[in-house]
């Protein structure tokens, strides 16, 4: 209903978001992934629409109801995250990427297709990893990269960091979690930082922060055709 009120800073936009965690399975019925919830995600991905925008999520396994308007696209591990955000690419023009999902940075190299058995007295499986690909990265080195995004979450030193992991994903946004633990929080409390230096979002609700957020990008935006 809020939405009828909110600025179409976005409008003509196409955006793109990843949400959510990854789940990298072990065997057929045991997996690894991560807490996040997809929350944050999903509220960037709505503000976006609200502010205009037309919405495409790619989002890991999470409970989050779809926002009207939003196209998501479901999808269980990181390199299916990969596939699926760079078919997007392939087949049309995006302004903005926003990589708010935590994708698991390794997947099981050894996965089993049949399940793993336990035996009286034996060693515990062996697990072998696999690094996956980085997904903002990839997007940001394309001749055709969208507006990019990212967001980190660093257990110390947020601000020195999220400047280093900035420039090295090369892109022109990332966005710091600074309250710990926010994974499947209602709030959030952000460090918005550029080539420039960084500002902080004061602790507010999600919704409101990923509005916050929104504002922000469509003031950078180079300006459309
Ligand atoms: N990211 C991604 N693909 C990956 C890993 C991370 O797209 N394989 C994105 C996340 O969605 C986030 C940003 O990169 O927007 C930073 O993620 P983070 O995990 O903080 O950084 P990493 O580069 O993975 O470094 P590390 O986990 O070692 O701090
Ligand atoms: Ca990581």
Known sequence: MQAFFVPKRLAGRRVLLT????????????????????????????????????????????????????????????????????????????????????????RVANYSASKLKKSEGGAPPALEFAQNPDILATVARRPDAPWCVGFAAESEDLEANGAAKRKRKGVPLLV??????????????????????SRRLPRASKDSLAAELVAEIAARLPALP
Do not use: K, Y
Not at 62 to 88: F, K
């Open 19 to 106: 949400a959510g965690p990854t789940f990298e399975p072990i065997d057929p019925v045991r997996g690894i992934t991560n807490l996040s919830s997809g929350r944050m995600g999903f509220a960037v991905a709505r503000a976006c629409r609200q502010a205009g925008a037309e919405v495409v999520v790619v989002a890991g396994p999470s409970g989050q109801p779809t926002p009207l308007g939003v196209r998501r696209i479901d999808v269980t591990t990181a390199e299916q995250m990969h596939r699926a955000v760079m078919g997007q690419l392939d087949a049309g023009r995006f302004d903005v990427f926003v990589a708010v999902a935590a994708v698991a940075d390794w």
């Open 176 to 197: 710091g979690n600074i309250g710990h633990e926010t994974f499947g929080r209602d709030e959030n409390e952000l460090l918005l930082i550029d080539a420039t230096g």
